[in-house]
């Protein structure tokens, strides 16, 4: 339950949320482009609004109330619209990113189902980011009200990220092996049981490969070498028993419908959202629209906030078979978010229709010139007629989007243009060479009737 909103707080809250409405008013208008001015008008704003906010505020004191949830929606929106604008590079769009990281690495701690391979790319990714905020506070590009909320954010991560690797430490090198191992057949365990249909030769593989590590225990022990009881018995323990756990609740429900039908229309919405943002993985370069990505987020938030004591109950307060499906679909999609927010390009989504056709040219062209020739004029004519149609769109060297502004992503998308010039020029090349290579040919043949 959040706290109340002290008075003195009250005017702020208004502003935000009237910032939000017009946030939320560019997300849905697909009919023209998200605007920069528009996104930079509401981020001068809302960072006025914070800087208020700190200044009555005790910085030791930690705040959670209908302000701090509502600019928690107003920085996810504008740190999609700054992803949306291809501002990748920019403190706003880090938002985003690391309230994913944050929900995903909270996921696995209360699983505490991972290993180091796992832990690795959000580490990686967590310090791309801290670096792309020490320049921007250093250059001054942004205010320190934004620097500063976004260190709170790295803060979170990092002592999250601290207690998943604490706890991975205590595991001794001789049972390294076997917990990555428990660790891989849950993650598969779960995934059947999500699937429709039937997987019994699947389960049947995984089971008695679980039975083979089971029976490396000694009166319930794995021992090392010589016979040495290795610490942290612990974690590969409890992991192999909640191996077993779920084997049973697949086993003993028939297939994957060992969801309960009480809780059957969380299991259907998660599916649904799953399957969704499957299909954007595959197609995002081409529909997505960064800004998308809200409302799946707070769809999926709202879920998990349903869980009580980390467990989705009925309405009599028990806890139905199917937990481990549920979990399995939501981790799931929080998965597939963070994959499309850090697979986003440093593009405006003005630019990004010019970009997905050179791409497209420059594989075509790259084809035809793996193959080879003979070539005509005619075979690269569709080539030549694409890329004066972009070359002609440009003025002063420059791709300028509506209203005059010059959209991200120009160095980009002239990189794929010059490129596609390149490959063309080269096929040009090796069709005036085969031309030469037939005259010889007919020269050749001349030659021999003469003779002959």
Request: proline share 4%.
């Amino acid at each position: 339950m959040s706290a109340p909103v002290a008075q003195e707080e009250l005017p702020i809250l208004e502003a935000v949320i009237n910032i939000r409405n017009r946030l939320t008013a560019l997300k849905r208008d697909r009919a023209e482009f998200i605007k920069p001015s528009d996104v930079n008008t509401l981020y001068q704003a809302v960072v006025k609004q914070v800087t208020k906010l700190n200044d009555v505020r005790d910085d030791n004191t930690t705040y959670n109330n209908r302000v701090d949830t509502t600019l928690a929606d107003v920085f996810s929106l504008l740190s999609l619209c700054y992803l949306t604008l291809g501002r990748t590079k920019e403190c706003p769009a880090v938002y985003s990113q690391l309230a994913s990281i944050r929900q995903l690495l909270s996921h696995m701690e209360e699983s505490a189902v991972y290993n180091e391979s796992d832990l690795a790319p959000f580490q990686r990714r967590l310090s791309e980011l801290r670096h792309i905020v020490q320049q921007d506070a250093e250059g001054n590009k942004h205010p320190e009200a934004m620097t500063k909320l976004l260190e709170r954010q790295f803060n979170e991560c990092d002592v999250i990220m601290g207690s998943l690797q604490d706890s991975l430490s205590v595991l001794s090198v001789e049972l390294v092996p076997i917990h990555e191992r428990l660790v891989t057949i849950r993650r598969q365990l779960v995934a059947l049981a999500a699937k429709e249909g039937s997987h019994k030769a699947e389960i049947k593989s995984l089971a008695e490969e679980l039975r083979k590590i089971d029976s490396k225990r000694v009166d319930g022990k794995f021992l090392g070498p010589g016979g040495i009881m290795p610490a942290s018995q612990a974690l590969c323990t409890s992991l192999i028993e909640e191996c077993f756990d779920i084997l049973q609740q697949i086993k003993a429900q028939d297939e994957s419908k060992n969801v309960a039908s009480s809780l059957k229309p969380i299991h259907d919405r998660l599916n649904e959202l799953r399957a969704e943002l499957e299909n954007l993985v595959l197609t995002h370069r081409w529909s997505l629209r960064e800004t998308d990505l809200y409302n799946y987020s707070m769809s999926l938030q709202e879920i998990d906030k349903m869980r009580i004591d980390g467990k989705f109950v009925d309405t009599e307060g028990n806890r139905p078979p199917g937990q481990y499906v549920l979990l399995y679909l939501l981790r799931r999609c929080y998965g597939l978010i963070y994959r499309l927010l850090s697979s986003s390009e440093p593009v405006s989504e003005e630019l990004i229709p010019i970009a997905n056709k050179l791409s497209t040219v420059k594989k075509c062209l790259n084809e035809v010139y793996k193959f080879g020739g003979p070539f005509t004029p005619r075979d690269l004519y569709p080539y030549q007629l694409v890329l004066h149609q972009i070359d002609s769109m440009r003025k002063d060297g420059r791709f300028v989007g509506v209203g005059g502004n010059i959209p991200e992503g120009q160095g980009i998308v002239m990189a794929h243009l010059n490129e596609c010039h390149e490959l063309l020029e080269m096929l040009k090349e090796s069709m005036g060479e085969n031309e030469d290579d037939q005259d010889y040919d007919d020269e050749d043949e001349t030659d021999m009737g003469i003779l002959g």
